[in-house]
């Protein structure tokens, strides 16, 4: 059975940092396609960054800012978030591709305050 479980999410001024984290078990993640999403009140889930057979790839809203990172060997991804803006706030979901199959984590609140 697959899961991914975030943490890290939190109350953070304007100009703050966080890291987010994902831990993966019952799947291998150096093989799965990884991604962080988010969904802010009212809008649509948007991909915030992805790593994919050592390709990144950033939302032009947070590119400079967050870093998508991987540790296959905690089987864990991470998402660093810095000059976090109240527009960053919203519920942060890693996805895993594997198989051709997609798995969702339950998600991590991030709130940025002006």
């Known amino acids: 059975q697959v899961q991914l479980v975030e943490s890290g999410g939190g109350l953070v001024q304007a100009g703050g940092s966080l890291r987010l984290s994902c831990a993966a078990s019952?799947?291998?993640?150096?093989?799965?396609?990884m991604g962080w999403y988010r969904q802010a009140p009212g809008k649509q889930r948007e991909l915030v960054a992805s790593h994919s057979g050592g390709i990144t790839n950033y939302a032009d809203s947070v590119k400079g800012r967050f870093t998508i990172s991987r540790d296959n060997v905690k089987s864990t991804v991470y998402l660093q978030m810095n000059s976090l803006q109240p527009e960053d706030t919203a519920v942060y979901y890693c996805?895993?591709?594997?198989?051709?199959?997609?798995?969702w984590g339950k998600g991590t609140l991030v709130t940025v305050s002006s």
């Open positions: 019952g799947i291998m993640i150096s093989i799965a396609d």
């Open positions: 996805k895993a591709t594997a198989y051709g199959r997609v798995y």
